[in-house]
């Protein structure tokens, strides 16, 4: 046994997928009852970080505890409290949503006289006690998600482990959803979520460790992160054509400033001498022909800070897993 | 004093663990009962093909039919485990539900014997349907307690070759693919119809090597009353074969989840 008050440790954690260093040597500690962010671009590693610390996979390198239990020798007494949601929903089509909750109470041995209460609960918490006996299979991509993690909370885990729980929803769903995880903070669950929308990040995480390339950049509070770029000017332009291709040349003319394009018309720019700034943008745009449509100053987001931090466009954490949709997170 | 108790407590959460994995290989199997005993590939795999070719022999040659019965039930034994594990595990890994079960504190052995247990259920059913249909309708009298061991040791080693070949693939189709060259092979050189003895010598040997021949040979022990000492040896040997099925299985789900 280690730290009691810690939920997670993992010291100079390490994954090898042959040749390629998926994690490269991170260290963290989650408290007990926070809700804790891993923040990455998809292929930075979180899933492979959850995936050791889940007891699926071995650590190639370094050592990772959860709960006081050590990893992977006492990844069997730790599952017994932690519950996994994977980013997939991936429950049985042809069972129900209560025979789906027994199997897994079942399978988690919670005693028998409790099994069916506890299901009934969770159904109705998760708004789907209406639908308990309708087959998984016929579940909308919302009402799919909500009972896999309904299923991970049947064994009422101490840890909870949620992956991109809001990936390829609607902006209902992932709000509802959203609401059910503010839910289990209150309940004094700690909660390890990885996500790559930003905002929901913010939303909801005590702390965030940003995670670029298998390596932990970051871990701060969200307003930790926001106030590292707090006294940087930031201005958004809008322009009335693509500038794709300007941002090179606008880059080389901006002194001490970092120009991001957040889509195909705007660019924001962060850092600098504002007038400098403004009148760069204006040459460029007289010489490219493209007009500009707007200017303004606004007020740094987590988004601005990760950018900042990362150096990564926002389209990159954008993108999202499998579906190329958003989650919904600010619509 | 409190060192007793401490390993009186230590033996009591052992028991309990013991206990709980058991109790999970359980409702592994009955959930995948539930779930996947009707999935086209179990049923024309495990059902429609080894009644369709007992049937045919029947109508063949119905008055020596007596004698392929053995041959015909090892038949159903091997193809409807093997078909039930193909659909058991294959759709698991394809929709990630075999990663959900190997979250929960079950041991990686026991989620195997739970899927082993899944392929051994339903090949009971096919074979105790196959069976009785044989005694009573031939009005056979086997060695029922011999029956009994050498189909129930059958089952479980046909069921964990199936693993086995399943967990090599990732696609039910696949798997089923894959599991056609031990079936077929076994069921032309097992003595499954043709009798091992009319067999080339090196053939023979060949099939000393395969499951198949212990399982016919005890069948037949058991539904013509032959020496015990027969069906001893073919119970040892598929035994062993048990295990060398098994084991491999049980490493290359490690392997495939590490």
Redesign the interface.
């Given at each position: 046994m280690t730290h009691k008050s810690a939920a997670i440790i993992a010291d100079k954690l390490t994954k090898l997928y042959g040749d390629l260093l998926a994690v490269d040597g991170i260290s963290f500690q989650v408290d007990e009852g926070e809700i804790f962010g891993f923040l990455g671009p998809n292929g930075s590693g979180k899933t492979s970080t959850i995936r050791m610390l889940?007891?699926?996979?071995?650590p190639s390198g370094g050592r990772a505890s959860v709960l006081g239990y050590d990893l992977p020798g006492e990844s069997?007494?730790a599952?017994?409290y932690v519950g996994?949601v994977?980013d997939?929903s991936?429950?049985?089509?042809?069972?129900s949503a209560r025979?789906n909750l027994l199997?897994?109470a079942?399978?988690?041995?919670v005693p028998r006289k409790e099994q069916n209460s506890r299901v009934h609960r969770l159904l109705q918490d998760f708004g789907l006690y209406e639908r308990r006996d309708d087959l998984f299979g016929t579940f909308s991509r919302g009402m799919k998600r909500a009972l896999t993690i309904a299923a991970a909370l049947v064994h009422e885990p101490r840890l909870l482990f949620l992956d991109e729980p809001t990936a390829g929803l609607d902006a209902a769903a992932a709000r509802s959803l959203r609401r059910l995880i503010s839910g289990l903070r209150e309940k004094g669950m700690t909660v390890f979520l990885t996500t790559h929308y930003l905002t929901e990040a913010d939303m909801l995480c005590d702390r965030i460790a940003i995670l670029v390339q298998g390596r932990i950049v970051r871990i701060d509070t969200p307003e930790g992160l926001k106030h590292l770029i707090q006294d940087q000017s930031l201005i958004e332009f809008s322009f009335r054509g693509d500038v794709s291709a300007l941002l090179a040349d606008l880059q080389s003319r901006l002194e001490g400033g970092q120009a991001a394009l957040l889509d195909s018309s705007r660019i924001r720019v962060y850092g600098g001498d504002p007038p400098r700034i403004f009148d760069a943008v204006f040459q460029s745009s007289r010489e490219s022909g493209i007009g500009l449509e707007s200017a303004s100053t606004i007020r740094p987001s987590l988004e601005d800070a990760f950018l900042q931090i990362t150096g990564l466009s926002p389209q990159v954490m954008a993108a999202d897993k499998g579906s190329g949709k958003g989650s919904g997170v600010g619509r | 004093m409190a060192k007793v108790m401490g390993k009186v407590r230590e033996k009591m959460m052992e028991k309990m663990m013991w206990q709980d994995q058991m109790r999970g290989v359980y409702h592994i199997a009955i959930k995948d009962m539930k779930t996947y005993y009707l999935k086209p590939p179990a049923i024309s795999w495990g059902m429609v093909f080894p009644l369709a070719w007992t049937l045919a022999f029947y109508l063949r040659n119905p008055g020596d039919f007596a004698e392929l019965v053995p041959g015909l039930l090892a038949m159903t034994i091997i193809f409807s485990t093997t078909a039930a594990e193909a659909v058991v595990i294959n759709f698991e890994l394809r929709l990630g539900t075999l990663e959900r079960l190997l979250l929960t504190p079950l041991s990686m052995t026991s989620v195997l014997l739970g899927k082993v247990l899944g392929g051994f259920l339903f090949g009971l059913m096919m074979t105790a349907i196959v069976a009785a249909g044989a005694v009573i309708y031939l009005g056979l009298q086997p060695d029922f307690v011999g029956l009994a061991l050498i189909s129930l040791i059958s089952l479980m080693v046909f069921s964990s070759m199936g693993a086995l070949f399943s967990l090599s693939v990732r696609e039910v189709f696949e798997a089923q693919t894959l599991l056609n060259l031990p079936r077929f092979l076994m069921v032309f050189l097992c003595g499954v119809v043709y009798p091992v003895s009319a067999l080339p010598e090196g053939l023979q040997l060949f099939s000393r090597l395969l499951p198949l021949t212990y399982t016919v040979q005890g069948l037949k022990a058991s539904f013509f009353q032959e020496q015990g000492a027969v069906l001893a040896w073919d119970l040892i040997i598929l035994f062993l074969f048990l295990i060398l099925f098994l084991l491999p299985a049980i490493r290359l789900l490690q392997r495939r989840f590490s």
């Open positions: 889940v007891g699926l996979s071995r069997s007494q599952k017994r996994v994977p997939s991936n429950l049985y089509d042809e069972l025979e199997f897994m079942r399978l988690y041995g | -």
